[in-house]
């Protein structure tokens, strides 16, 4: 399990009425790490416990097994999975079409390495060009839900624009804390979205230090990663798309590159959710995470053992999505790692570039650093024999290569 049982439930009162749940199971909040409880459709960030400030999970009361078949008629797109989704209202959904991006089957890049059952889900095809898509849809609907006006972020490219697109259609004040380094293509997006943005001498971790300065006195909502509870929500959906689009059956091997971490996260709570709504077994892939040799807290976590990683002093990598110090649900993704038996390694800023480019030249797909991380560590993972031919593998592509133009050589 990602979180353990619910200790007890903190009530607040509900500044304005919430209307009928649309088709929606969505029953309350839980601490992913002390358990504590929490009143849903109430404005949180982390766990409000002292000693604990960890991030907050969406709970369901599923009444009954639901029948996969309702998903037959839906719209392929991310609301799909509705009753499992915390937006209690339709018309709060902010939507760009983003979600049920394809699954493909790259076998030319699988004979590389005499696999026939290798696919790429390509999340780059998102309206915004990253699965970063997906979290910020549901965040900002949820915050519309609530009332909010202004959200902030920090981050490192893709989040920010994504956040600054779903304000803009949502008539939300947005406000972005990138690092001054980051590829000028995702400032410029998150200016002509309308978000006011500030350039920080720093990582993203230093972006995030001013947010949190700032945030009371500004009136911001905080959506950075894991530090509220619906961006994880939106991530999620990727692992009931890749459930369904492989006739619910998990494959046995996902690679997945991770620097915050939450769709990894998201992921391992849709396998739990999904076995719940009786829609698959009991059976679970092996997540691979991969992370830049000149970024990886988890990595190091994993190998010591550890609970928590430790921040990177001097990160550096040019996948910017990889360049993430400490997350703040480490605890999380090693969490995750662990229970499916998997692991956790790193590639080379050489080898993830090479990876785009044989990705581009395989398969067509022009695939962001992130992604061209995941086929390097499959051919790492194939010369160890820690992955079999026959096995059903699924490398994440978490974002286009078209925005990295300024990194490729």
């Not at 999904?274 to 829609?279: C, H, S």
Request: glycine share 8%; aromatic share 8%.
């Amino acid at each position: 399990m990602l979180y353990p049982s619910p200790k007890r439930t903190e009530i607040y009162s509900l500044p304005y009425p919430i209307e009928s749940p649309d088709m929606n199971y969505f029953a309350r909040l839980v601490c992913t790490y002390c358990g504590a409880t929490y009143a849903k459709n109430e404005i949180h960030n982390v766990c409000r416990q002292q000693h604990c400030r960890l991030p907050l999970f969406a709970l369901y009361d599923i009444p009954h097994q639901l029948s996969r078949n309702v998903l037959t008629s839906r719209p392929k797109n991310m609301w799909r999975y509705r009753e499992m989704l915390p937006i209690e209202g339709d018309k709060n959904i902010v939507s760009l079409g983003e979600g049920f991006t394809p699954l493909i089957h790259a076998n030319r890049l699988g004979m590389k390495l005499g696999m026939s059952r290798l696919s790429i889900k390509d999340e780059s095809v998102n309206p915004t060009g990253s699965f970063k898509a997906r979290g910020l849809a549901m965040a900002i609907s949820k915050a519309k839900e609530l009332g909010v006006t202004k959200c902030a972020i920090p981050t490192a490219g893709n989040a920010g624009g994504a956040m600054s697109a779903y304000c803009a259609k949502a008539g939300i004040e947005a406000y972005v804390f990138m690092p001054a380094d980051t590829p000028e293509v995702f400032k410029r997006k998150c200016e002509y979205f309308g978000a006011h943005v500030t350039l920080v001498n720093g990582l993203i971790t230093d972006c995030g230090k001013i947010l949190q300065e700032r945030k009371n006195t500004e009136g911001w909502f905080d959506v950075s990663t894991l530090k509220e509870p619906y961006r994880v929500e939106g991530k999620k959906t990727m692992g009931y798309e890749i459930a369904e689009q492989m006739n619910w059956e998990l494959p046995d091997v996902i690679v997945y590159p991770t620097g915050g971490g939450t769709g990894l996260i998201g992921m391992w709570k849709a396998f739990e959710e999904m076995e719940q709504l009786g829609w698959i077994t009991s059976r679970r892939p092996r997540m691979i995470s991969v992370q830049a040799e000149g970024c990886a807290p988890i990595v190091k976590a994993f190998e010591q053992g550890k609970e928590f990683s430790e921040h990177v002093e001097h990160a550096h990598t040019v996948a910017s999505g990889l360049r993430v110090p400490k997350a703040i649900g480490d605890f999380l993704i090693l969490r995750v790692i662990r229970e499916s038996h998997g692991l956790a390694m790193t590639v080379t800023d050489d080898e993830l570039m090479d990876g785009v480019k044989e990705i581009a030249q395989s398969e067509g797909i022009f695939a962001a650093p992130e992604g061209g991380a995941t086929w390097a560590a499959l051919k790492k993972l194939h010369e160890r024999k820690l992955v079999m031919p026959d096995e059903r593998i699924v490398l994440c592509n978490t974002g286009s290569g078209y925005k990295y133009i300024e990194a490729i050589k």
